[in-house]
Protein backbone atom coordinates (compact mmCIF):
# COMPACT_ATOMS: atom_id res chain seq x y z
CA UNK A 1 0.00 0.00 0.00
CA UNK A 2 1.43 3.82 -0.45
CA UNK A 3 0.15 6.80 0.37
CA UNK A 4 0.16 9.67 -2.53
CA UNK A 5 3.13 11.76 -1.46
CA UNK A 6 5.19 8.88 -1.44
CA UNK A 7 3.41 6.73 -3.92
CA UNK A 8 6.30 6.82 -6.73
CA UNK A 9 9.21 7.21 -4.17
CA UNK A 10 8.39 4.06 -1.94
CA UNK A 11 8.00 1.84 -5.07
CA UNK A 12 11.56 2.17 -4.86
CA UNK A 13 12.69 0.93 -2.02
CA UNK A 14 10.09 -2.13 -1.61
CA UNK A 15 12.00 -5.02 -3.33
CA UNK A 16 12.94 -8.48 -2.98
CA UNK A 17 15.05 -11.12 -4.50
CA UNK A 18 15.74 -14.35 -6.32
CA UNK A 19 17.99 -15.36 -9.15
CA UNK A 20 17.29 -18.18 -10.98
CA UNK A 21 18.97 -20.17 -13.91
CA UNK A 22 22.28 -22.22 -14.68
CA UNK A 23 24.64 -19.78 -13.36
CA UNK A 24 25.94 -21.06 -9.83
CA UNK A 25 25.70 -17.94 -6.84
CA UNK A 26 28.45 -18.50 -4.22
CA UNK A 27 26.20 -19.37 -0.98
CA UNK A 28 25.90 -16.26 1.45
CA UNK A 29 26.12 -17.43 4.87
CA UNK A 30 23.42 -16.31 7.31
CA UNK A 31 25.10 -13.73 9.58
CA UNK A 32 25.05 -14.06 13.39
CA UNK A 33 22.59 -12.78 15.22
CA UNK A 34 24.85 -9.84 16.93
CA UNK A 35 25.57 -9.13 13.14
CA UNK A 36 22.12 -8.79 12.52
CA UNK A 37 21.37 -6.79 15.84
CA UNK A 38 23.74 -4.33 14.92
CA UNK A 39 22.49 -3.36 11.83
CA UNK A 40 19.16 -3.40 12.63
CA UNK A 41 20.30 -1.08 15.87
CA UNK A 42 22.27 1.34 13.52
CA UNK A 43 18.36 2.01 12.09
CA UNK A 44 16.86 3.04 15.43
CA UNK A 45 19.18 5.91 15.57
CA UNK A 46 17.36 7.39 12.84
CA UNK A 47 13.49 7.16 14.87
CA UNK A 48 12.20 4.34 14.65
CA UNK A 49 10.27 2.63 17.52
CA UNK A 50 11.36 -0.65 16.36
CA UNK A 51 13.19 -2.83 13.53
CA UNK A 52 11.85 -6.53 13.19
CA UNK A 53 14.63 -8.28 11.16
CA UNK A 54 14.33 -12.06 9.95
CA UNK A 55 17.47 -13.82 7.95
CA UNK A 56 15.99 -17.43 6.21
CA UNK A 57 18.56 -19.75 3.85
CA UNK A 58 18.02 -21.62 1.23
CA UNK A 59 18.05 -24.69 3.81
CA UNK A 60 15.16 -23.21 6.01
CA UNK A 61 17.88 -21.95 8.88
CA UNK A 62 16.84 -18.81 10.33
CA UNK A 63 18.48 -16.01 12.29
CA UNK A 64 15.38 -13.60 13.92
CA UNK A 65 16.54 -10.42 16.05
CA UNK A 66 14.14 -7.53 16.91
CA UNK A 67 15.78 -4.23 18.42
CA UNK A 68 13.64 -1.28 19.75
CA UNK A 69 10.72 -0.86 21.94
CA UNK A 70 7.55 -2.64 20.70
CA UNK A 71 4.95 -0.35 23.09
CA UNK A 72 6.33 3.23 23.72
CA UNK A 73 3.22 3.35 26.07
CA UNK A 74 4.57 0.53 28.53
CA UNK A 75 7.87 0.08 27.12
CA UNK A 76 8.15 -3.05 26.28
CA UNK A 77 10.69 -4.93 23.67
CA UNK A 78 9.84 -5.06 20.28
CA UNK A 79 8.75 -9.37 19.99
CA UNK A 80 11.47 -11.43 17.55
CA UNK A 81 9.07 -12.57 14.52
CA UNK A 82 5.74 -10.40 15.59
CA UNK A 83 3.02 -10.17 13.56
CA UNK A 84 3.07 -6.97 11.59
CA UNK A 85 0.46 -5.47 8.60
CA UNK A 86 2.45 -6.44 5.37
CA UNK A 87 0.87 -3.57 3.24
CA UNK A 88 1.77 -4.13 -0.44
CA UNK A 89 2.81 -7.81 0.29
CA UNK A 90 -0.55 -8.64 -0.25
CA UNK A 91 -0.33 -8.08 -3.78
CA UNK A 92 1.82 -10.76 -4.36
CA UNK A 93 -0.23 -13.30 -2.57
CA UNK A 94 -3.32 -12.24 -4.84
CA UNK A 95 -1.20 -12.17 -7.52
CA UNK A 96 -0.30 -15.90 -6.70
CA UNK A 97 -4.28 -16.93 -6.50
CA UNK A 98 -4.86 -15.20 -9.87
CA UNK A 99 -2.12 -17.38 -11.17
CA UNK A 100 -3.06 -20.25 -9.67
CA UNK A 101 -6.69 -19.60 -11.24
CA UNK A 102 -4.88 -19.43 -14.94
CA UNK A 103 -2.87 -22.76 -13.73
CA UNK A 104 -6.27 -24.42 -13.38
CA UNK A 105 -7.54 -22.57 -16.42
CA UNK A 106 -10.57 -20.54 -14.54
CA UNK A 107 -8.55 -16.85 -15.65
CA UNK A 108 -6.87 -16.20 -18.82
CA UNK A 109 -4.08 -13.29 -18.38
CA UNK A 110 -5.29 -12.02 -21.66
CA UNK A 111 -8.55 -11.87 -21.65
CA UNK A 112 -10.31 -8.38 -20.64
CA UNK A 113 -12.07 -7.71 -17.35
CA UNK A 114 -15.50 -7.85 -18.37
CA UNK A 115 -15.33 -11.21 -19.15
CA UNK A 116 -15.11 -12.18 -15.56
CA UNK A 117 -16.93 -8.86 -13.93
CA UNK A 118 -19.28 -7.84 -16.49
CA UNK A 119 -20.19 -4.07 -15.98
CA UNK A 120 -18.05 -3.13 -13.62
CA UNK A 121 -15.39 -1.25 -14.60
CA UNK A 122 -17.38 2.27 -16.51
CA UNK A 123 -15.56 5.94 -16.44
CA UNK A 124 -14.61 8.38 -18.17
CA UNK A 125 -12.11 6.45 -20.47
CA UNK A 126 -12.50 3.34 -18.51
CA UNK A 127 -14.16 0.31 -20.35
CA UNK A 128 -13.57 -3.43 -18.74
CA UNK A 129 -13.72 -4.65 -22.66
CA UNK A 130 -10.13 -3.09 -23.02
CA UNK A 131 -8.21 -4.00 -19.76
CA UNK A 132 -6.90 -7.26 -19.83
CA UNK A 133 -5.92 -9.42 -16.60
CA UNK A 134 -2.30 -9.23 -17.17
CA UNK A 135 -2.36 -5.50 -17.42
CA UNK A 136 -4.36 -5.26 -13.71
CA UNK A 137 -1.31 -7.64 -12.51
CA UNK A 138 1.32 -5.55 -13.92
CA UNK A 139 -0.29 -1.72 -13.27
CA UNK A 140 -0.40 -0.95 -17.26
CA UNK A 141 -4.13 -0.78 -16.78
CA UNK A 142 -4.67 3.26 -16.62
CA UNK A 143 -7.02 2.89 -13.94
CA UNK A 144 -7.24 5.82 -11.64
CA UNK A 145 -5.99 5.51 -7.87
CA UNK A 146 -8.07 5.93 -4.89
CA UNK A 147 -5.77 5.57 -2.30
CA UNK A 148 -5.29 9.55 -2.25
CA UNK A 149 -9.00 9.84 -1.70
CA UNK A 150 -8.82 7.63 1.13
CA UNK A 151 -5.19 7.72 3.06
CA UNK A 152 -3.81 11.19 2.95
CA UNK A 153 -1.91 11.74 6.16
CA UNK A 154 -3.82 14.89 7.03
CA UNK A 155 -7.29 12.58 7.38
CA UNK A 156 -6.14 9.23 7.85
CA UNK A 157 -5.49 9.56 11.87
CA UNK A 158 -9.48 10.36 12.05
CA UNK A 159 -10.62 7.57 9.49
CA UNK A 160 -8.75 4.71 10.03
CA UNK A 161 -10.78 2.77 12.47
CA UNK A 162 -13.65 3.36 9.87
CA UNK A 163 -14.62 0.49 7.64
CA UNK A 164 -14.67 0.53 3.11
CA UNK A 165 -15.96 -2.24 1.43
CA UNK A 166 -13.71 -3.02 -2.03
CA UNK A 167 -17.15 -1.61 -4.16
CA UNK A 168 -16.77 2.16 -2.06
CA UNK A 169 -12.97 2.21 -2.87
CA UNK A 170 -13.41 1.23 -6.60
CA UNK A 171 -16.23 3.74 -6.89
CA UNK A 172 -13.42 6.96 -5.45
CA UNK A 173 -11.69 5.44 -8.32
CA UNK A 174 -13.95 5.45 -11.25
CA UNK A 175 -15.22 8.96 -10.32
CA UNK A 176 -11.73 10.13 -12.20
CA UNK A 177 -10.95 9.90 -16.11
CA UNK A 178 -8.57 7.09 -16.62
CA UNK A 179 -4.98 7.69 -16.21
CA UNK A 180 -3.91 6.86 -19.38
CA UNK A 181 -4.80 3.94 -22.50
CA UNK A 182 -4.33 0.40 -21.03
CA UNK A 183 -1.26 -0.72 -21.86
CA UNK A 184 0.98 2.05 -22.19
CA UNK A 185 2.67 2.97 -19.62
CA UNK A 186 3.59 1.28 -16.31
CA UNK A 187 1.68 3.26 -12.76
CA UNK A 188 1.68 1.52 -10.16
CA UNK A 189 -1.99 1.56 -9.04
CA UNK A 190 -3.11 -0.16 -6.04
CA UNK A 191 -7.22 0.15 -8.02
CA UNK A 192 -5.75 -2.40 -9.81
CA UNK A 193 -5.24 -5.24 -7.06
CA UNK A 194 -8.84 -4.15 -5.44
CA UNK A 195 -10.21 -5.05 -8.87
CA UNK A 196 -8.16 -8.73 -8.97
CA UNK A 197 -9.49 -9.01 -5.59
CA UNK A 198 -13.15 -8.43 -7.00
CA UNK A 199 -12.16 -10.93 -9.55
CA UNK A 200 -11.26 -13.75 -7.27
CA UNK A 201 -14.35 -13.74 -5.21
CA UNK A 202 -16.10 -13.78 -8.50
CA UNK A 203 -14.60 -16.51 -10.19
CA UNK A 204 -14.16 -18.90 -7.14
CA UNK A 205 -17.18 -18.00 -5.47
CA UNK A 206 -15.53 -17.65 -2.41
CA UNK A 207 -13.80 -14.64 -0.54
CA UNK A 208 -10.38 -13.52 -1.15
CA UNK A 209 -9.94 -13.94 2.74
CA UNK A 210 -10.39 -17.67 2.40
CA UNK A 211 -8.70 -18.35 -1.20
CA UNK A 212 -5.36 -16.92 0.33
CA UNK A 213 -5.62 -18.77 3.21
CA UNK A 214 -6.52 -22.44 1.50
CA UNK A 215 -4.18 -22.01 -1.54
CA UNK A 216 -1.17 -20.50 0.20
CA UNK A 217 -1.56 -20.11 3.86
CA UNK A 218 -2.75 -23.71 4.70
CA UNK A 219 -0.15 -25.72 1.97
CA UNK A 220 2.61 -23.19 3.46
CA UNK A 221 2.02 -24.32 7.54
CA UNK A 222 2.08 -20.82 8.02
CA UNK A 223 0.24 -19.76 11.77
CA UNK A 224 0.70 -16.00 11.45
CA UNK A 225 -0.50 -14.81 8.17
CA UNK A 226 -3.63 -13.30 7.07
CA UNK A 227 -6.44 -11.80 5.61
CA UNK A 228 -8.27 -9.33 8.18
CA UNK A 229 -11.90 -9.78 8.42
CA UNK A 230 -14.38 -6.89 7.34
CA UNK A 231 -14.29 -4.64 10.35
CA UNK A 232 -10.56 -6.52 12.23
CA UNK A 233 -8.71 -3.77 13.84
CA UNK A 234 -6.66 -5.85 15.91
CA UNK A 235 -3.46 -8.14 15.23
CA UNK A 236 -4.70 -11.45 16.50
CA UNK A 237 -1.22 -12.08 17.92
CA UNK A 238 1.85 -10.97 19.36
CA UNK A 239 3.00 -7.84 17.41
CA UNK A 240 4.74 -4.60 18.26
CA UNK A 241 2.73 -1.35 18.00
CA UNK A 242 2.83 0.93 14.72
CA UNK A 243 3.16 4.55 14.57
CA UNK A 244 2.46 7.60 12.16
CA UNK A 245 2.98 10.97 12.21
CA UNK A 246 -0.76 12.85 12.06
CA UNK A 247 -1.24 16.28 10.35
CA UNK A 248 -0.11 18.27 13.69
CA UNK A 249 3.39 16.80 13.62
CA UNK A 250 2.43 13.82 16.45
CA UNK A 251 3.76 10.37 16.29
CA UNK A 252 0.67 8.48 17.60
CA UNK A 253 -0.21 4.49 17.49
CA UNK A 254 -2.46 3.31 14.72
CA UNK A 255 -1.79 0.03 15.25
CA UNK A 256 -5.48 -0.20 15.61
CA UNK A 257 -6.82 0.43 12.49
CA UNK A 258 -9.38 -1.22 9.72
CA UNK A 259 -7.49 -1.86 6.77
CA UNK A 260 -10.74 -2.57 4.66
CA UNK A 261 -9.08 0.68 3.00
CA UNK A 262 -6.11 -1.24 1.62
CA UNK A 263 -7.90 -4.66 0.93
CA UNK A 264 -6.47 -6.87 -1.54
CA UNK A 265 -3.81 -4.35 -2.33
CA UNK A 266 -2.30 -3.74 1.18
CA UNK A 267 -4.85 -5.53 4.31
CA UNK A 268 -2.75 -8.38 4.83
CA UNK A 269 -0.64 -9.54 8.48
CA UNK A 270 2.50 -11.70 8.50
CA UNK A 271 5.68 -11.97 9.97
CA UNK A 272 9.07 -11.74 8.70
CA UNK A 273 10.13 -15.01 8.92
CA UNK A 274 6.59 -16.20 7.14
CA UNK A 275 7.26 -13.90 4.99
CA UNK A 276 10.55 -15.26 4.18
CA UNK A 277 8.95 -18.63 3.72
CA UNK A 278 6.19 -17.14 1.54
CA UNK A 279 8.68 -15.66 -1.49
CA UNK A 280 10.77 -18.66 -1.43
CA UNK A 281 8.25 -20.96 -1.83
CA UNK A 282 6.83 -18.51 -4.51
CA UNK A 283 10.25 -18.31 -6.12
CA UNK A 284 10.84 -21.71 -6.12
CA UNK A 285 8.50 -23.18 -8.09
CA UNK A 286 6.37 -24.61 -5.06
CA UNK A 287 2.94 -22.35 -5.56
CA UNK A 288 2.79 -22.19 -9.23
CA UNK A 289 3.66 -23.94 -12.34
CA UNK A 290 6.95 -23.65 -14.29
CA UNK A 291 4.21 -21.23 -16.86
CA UNK A 292 2.90 -19.45 -14.46
CA UNK A 293 6.27 -18.40 -12.63
CA UNK A 294 7.31 -17.76 -15.92
CA UNK A 295 4.49 -15.31 -16.82
CA UNK A 296 5.14 -13.80 -13.32
CA UNK A 297 9.04 -13.22 -14.11
CA UNK A 298 8.04 -11.36 -17.17
CA UNK A 299 8.85 -7.74 -16.47
CA UNK A 300 8.57 -4.46 -17.97
CA UNK A 301 10.99 -1.18 -17.04
CA UNK A 302 9.23 0.99 -13.84
CA UNK A 303 11.29 3.58 -14.70
CA UNK A 304 13.66 3.52 -11.14
CA UNK A 305 17.30 2.64 -11.04
CA UNK A 306 17.02 -0.86 -13.21
CA UNK A 307 13.74 -2.19 -11.98
CA UNK A 308 11.15 -4.31 -13.23
CA UNK A 309 7.43 -5.00 -12.64
CA UNK A 310 6.59 -8.02 -13.22
CA UNK A 311 2.81 -10.30 -12.35
CA UNK A 312 2.85 -9.02 -8.60
CA UNK A 313 6.56 -9.28 -8.39
CA UNK A 314 9.83 -6.63 -8.49
CA UNK A 315 12.94 -7.54 -10.17
CA UNK A 316 15.79 -5.40 -9.50
CA UNK A 317 19.35 -5.36 -9.32
CA UNK A 318 21.63 -5.87 -6.05
CA UNK A 319 25.44 -5.63 -6.01
CA UNK A 320 25.61 -9.42 -5.64
CA UNK A 321 22.75 -10.94 -8.13
CA UNK A 322 19.10 -10.17 -9.42
CA UNK A 323 16.57 -9.19 -6.64
CA UNK A 324 12.79 -10.05 -6.88
CA UNK A 325 10.01 -9.69 -4.30
CA UNK A 326 7.76 -7.22 -3.39
CA UNK A 327 8.07 -5.04 -0.14
CA UNK A 328 5.06 -2.87 1.47
CA UNK A 329 3.95 0.43 3.44
CA UNK A 330 0.91 0.62 4.90
CA UNK A 331 0.54 3.48 8.11
CA UNK A 332 2.70 1.98 11.21
CA UNK A 333 4.27 -0.48 8.99
CA UNK A 334 7.57 -0.43 6.60
CA UNK A 335 8.64 -4.34 4.93
CA UNK A 336 11.41 -4.31 2.81
CA UNK A 337 12.02 -7.76 1.68
CA UNK A 338 14.04 -10.15 -0.42
CA UNK A 339 15.51 -13.35 -1.58
CA UNK A 340 19.14 -13.26 -2.69
CA UNK A 341 20.96 -14.96 -5.57
CA UNK A 342 21.41 -17.73 -3.35
CA UNK A 343 18.10 -18.37 -2.21
CA UNK A 344 18.44 -17.14 1.18
CA UNK A 345 15.52 -14.79 1.84
CA UNK A 346 15.72 -11.48 4.28
CA UNK A 347 12.48 -9.48 5.91
CA UNK A 348 12.94 -6.45 7.25
CA UNK A 349 9.84 -4.20 9.16
CA UNK A 350 10.08 -1.08 10.76
CA UNK A 351 7.28 0.47 12.71
CA UNK A 352 6.57 3.62 11.17
CA UNK A 353 7.60 4.48 7.52
CA UNK A 354 10.18 6.62 6.75
CA UNK A 355 7.87 9.59 6.03
CA UNK A 356 6.84 9.58 9.78
CA UNK A 357 10.04 10.20 10.50
CA UNK A 358 10.43 13.96 8.75
CA UNK A 359 8.57 16.72 10.30
CA UNK A 360 8.67 18.52 6.78
CA UNK A 361 7.05 15.98 4.69
CA UNK A 362 8.03 18.11 1.89
CA UNK A 363 11.29 17.36 2.53
CA UNK A 364 11.12 14.52 -0.53
CA UNK A 365 15.28 13.88 -0.04
CA UNK A 366 15.32 12.92 3.47
CA UNK A 367 12.04 10.60 2.99
CA UNK A 368 13.78 9.22 -0.15
CA UNK A 369 17.43 8.60 2.05
CA UNK A 370 15.65 6.92 4.66
CA UNK A 371 14.16 4.26 2.33
CA UNK A 372 17.48 4.01 1.05
CA UNK A 373 18.88 3.23 4.30
CA UNK A 374 16.27 0.38 4.67
CA UNK A 375 17.77 -0.93 0.93
CA UNK A 376 21.42 -0.32 1.91
CA UNK A 377 20.84 -2.98 4.85
CA UNK A 378 18.37 -5.80 3.20
CA UNK A 379 21.41 -5.75 0.12
CA UNK A 380 24.24 -5.74 2.86
CA UNK A 381 23.09 -8.38 4.30
CA UNK A 382 21.90 -10.62 1.80
CA UNK A 383 25.50 -10.01 -0.49
CA UNK A 384 27.81 -10.06 2.36
CA UNK A 385 25.78 -12.32 5.11
Given at each position: ???????????????????????????????????????????????????????????????????????????????????????????????????????????????????????????????????????????????????????????????????????????????????????????????NYI?????????????????????????????????????????????????????????????????????????????????????????????????????????????????????????????????????????GYQ????????????????????????????????????????????????CQG
Amino acid sequence: MYQKFSSRLVVASLVGALSVGAIAVPSVASPPSDTLRTRLADLLEVGYPAVLGTVTDAHGGSTAVAVGTGDRDHGTPAPVNGQVRIGSNTKTFVAVVVMQLVDEGSVQLDEPVETYLPGLLRGEGIDGARITVRQLLQHTSGLPEYTDSVAQVQDFIEIRKDHHGPRDLLDIALAKPAAFEPGTRFTYTNTNYIVLGMLVEKVTRRTVNEQIDQRIVQPLGLRNTYMPNPGERFLRGTHPQGYHRDASGEVVDVTEMDPGWAWAAGAMVSTPGELNTFFQALLEGSLVSEEALAEMRNTIDMGQGGQEYGLGIIKKPLGCGEAWGHGGTIHGYQSVNAVGPDGTAMTLVTTAIPPSLVEDQTDGERIMSLFEQLEDTLETTLCQG
